[in-house]
């Protein structure tokens, strides 16, 4: 048994369950009980409290928009300056499965860094789509035995092959991280590419934070140029754009949770003590953060988790309705096997505001998939049925709703803008449109992939899956 493997034992509590505490208990089957009750009044109460459950959900995102507000109101102030510490050595890993057509897009990217990495391992996870074919002729490397990484090549001598059994981007992540000695480890999906600056944002983060322990780059999804797909763009750009602030208003909380692992910084040292990448969770990016979180509080470590605004890239996000669907159904059905196993942290008062607000509000998310459709479905009976005494005071509520996003995108984007320093300007006419139109298109897709990601996890399905990559190679093709 390996020290990593060893240390995943101790410290994950998927292997040694504590005790489920009173409070954690009652947050999670208040969730549940309030939509019960909710769901039942539908049935017997007139008026708009029949449409409870909406109100219910339209009131509780309502508030975390206040809250994401409240926090974002801050980034027009001047950041405050960073002063570097002693410079740290940093490492990328791209953990790559059949990625032949992105990964030169990704590796050029990481080569034209302002700051060069020190070292970049392509952490080949059994790829047999001519990926070896690729890294030999185009970047001059060679391919030894599965497990070992070969010399550098002499065109990019930073650059390695590490060639693996395919076994799923964990454990590639945790050989390459175990063959990397820098003191920083930076995790790149091979659909991601980097803005030349993002390198030097993440090392200097690091060296002026000795605490900081994991961080996150701030991501813009590209599609491809179909027409279903600059949609599709559309949508997510604008929920990219609230999901950050939202990341920032918690990180402000000392409660951030979610560190994209397609663009990622870990201090390797407590990435190795607490045993790497769990290899049999859906997303092993977030619940790694949930033990690094664990760990720090049992070993009275004052660590830091932060998102980083100077960091950039572009991640390829789903072009198509099936696609969209799958990548939801996976990354819900993480999140709550993660909501399960750390189920014990829920209301404990020894995480802070992590224990006491932000899981208790991920306990709410575990059902939200079900409040948002339920909502749906009862307006659209009382629709169909005839139901005007309660849908014409619920439509009147759906639009001071409408106006609330209105407001809201807005504000989001010049926030957001002022944040990662970019200059262009938020479109009224667009955000007025995603206002509208996101309740009854994008926020039904949302929650239809959530609501698949309760069976991902009931049938604890992992898979790599195939996918296409045709946004971010349009987008290298555009700039080159």
């Given at each position: 048994m390996s020290s990593l493997t060893t240390a995943l034992i101790t410290h994950?509590?998927?292997?040694?369950?504590?005790?489920?505490?009173?409070?954690?208990?009652?947050?999670?089957?208040?969730?549940?009980?309030?939509?019960?009750?909710?769901?039942?009044?539908?049935?017997?109460?007139?008026?708009?409290?029949?449409?409870?459950?909406?109100?219910?959900?339209?009131?509780?995102?309502?508030?975390?928009?206040?809250?994401?507000?409240?926090q974002s109101r801050l980034l027009l102030r001047p950041p405050a300056p960073q002063v570097a510490g002693p410079r740290l050595t940093l490492g990328v890993i791209v953990a790559a499965h059949n990625e032949v057509a992105a990964l030169p897009v990704t590796l050029d990217a990481l080569l034209r860094q302002t700051d060069a990495p020190d070292r970049i391992v392509i952490a080949d996870d059994g790829s047999d789509d001519g990926t070896a074919e690729l890294l030999r002729n185009r970047y001059g490397l060679q391919a030894l035995e599965p497990g070992t990484a070969d010399a550098p090549g002499s065109a990019h001598p930073t650059l390695r092959w590490l060639r693996l059994p395919h076994g799923g981007k964990a454990r590639a992540l945790n050989a390459a991280a175990l063959r990397i000695d820098t003191d920083i480890l930076l995790s790149v999906d091979a659909d991601t590419l980097l803005e030349p600056g993002a390198i030097a944002a993440f090392r200097l983060a690091?060296?002026?934070?000795?605490?900081?322990?994991?961080a996150t780059g701030v991501l813009t999804p590209v599609c491809g140029g179909a027409p279903g797909a600059r949609i599709l763009q559309w949508f997510q750009t604008y929920e990219y754009i609230r999901n950050f602030l939202s990341r920032h208003a918690w990180m402000r909380l000392d409660s951030l949770l979610l560190i994209s692992g397609a663009f990622a910084g870990f201090r390797r040292e407590a990435?190795?003590?607490?045993?790497?990448?769990?290899?049999?969770?859906?997303?092993?990016?977030?619940?790694?953060?949930?033990?690094?979180?664990?760990?720090?509080?049992?070993?009275?470590r004052s660590w830091r988790f932060r998102v980083l605004g100077?960091?950039?890239?572009?991640?390829?996000?789903?072009?198509?309705?099936?696609?969209?669907?799958?990548?939801?159904?996976?990354?819900?059905?993480?999140f709550l096997q993660t909501q399960y196993w750390y189920r014990s942290m829920v209301g404990d008062r020894r995480f802070g505001w992590l224990g006491m607000l932000m899981l208790p509000v991920k306990a709410v998310d575990t059902l939200q998939p079900l409040y948002g459709l339920t909502a749906f479905f009862l307006l659209l009976a009382y629709a169909v049925t005839g139901r005007f005494g309660i849908?014409?005071?619920?439509?009147?509520?759906?639009?001071?709703?409408?106006?609330?996003?209105?407001?809201?995108?807005?504000?989001?984007?010049?926030?957001?803008?002022?944040?990662?320093?970019?200059?262009?300007?938020?479109?009224?006419?667009?955000?007025?449109?995603?206002?509208?139109?996101?309740?009854?298109?994008?926020?039904?897709?949302?929650?239809?992939?959530?609501?698949?990601?309760?069976?991902?996890?009931?049938?604890?399905?992992?898979?790599w899956g195939r996918q296409s990559r045709q946004g971010v190679l349009e987008a290298a093709k555009a700039e080159s």
């Open positions: 994950s509590p998927r292997f040694q369950p504590p005790a489920t505490p009173l409070a954690s208990i009652l947050i999670h089957g208040s969730v549940l009980g309030l939509w019960l009750l909710l769901f039942a009044a539908a049935f017997r109460l007139g008026g708009v409290l029949a449409w409870g459950v909406g109100i219910a959900y339209i009131v509780y995102d309502t508030l975390l928009l206040l809250f994401v507000a409240w690091f060296s002026a934070e000795p605490e900081l322990v994991a990435l190795l003590a607490v045993g790497g990448f769990d290899p049999e969770c859906m997303v092993e990016d977030y619940e790694l953060i949930h033990r690094l979180r664990r760990y720090g509080q049992a070993q009275g100077a960091a950039q890239a572009r991640t390829d996000a789903p072009a198509t309705i099936p696609a969209f669907l799958r990548q939801r159904r996976r990354w819900f059905g993480g849908f014409a005071p619920v439509a009147a509520l759906i639009g001071l709703k409408i106006v609330i996003d209105l407001i809201f995108h807005l504000a989001s984007v010049r926030w957001y803008r002022r944040w990662v320093d970019d200059r262009l300007r938020a479109s009224l006419g667009g955000a007025l449109l995603a206002a509208l139109a996101e309740p009854f298109s994008f926020q039904l897709l949302r929650h239809t992939g959530a609501a698949l990601g309760w069976w991902s996890c009931l049938a604890d399905r992992r898979s």
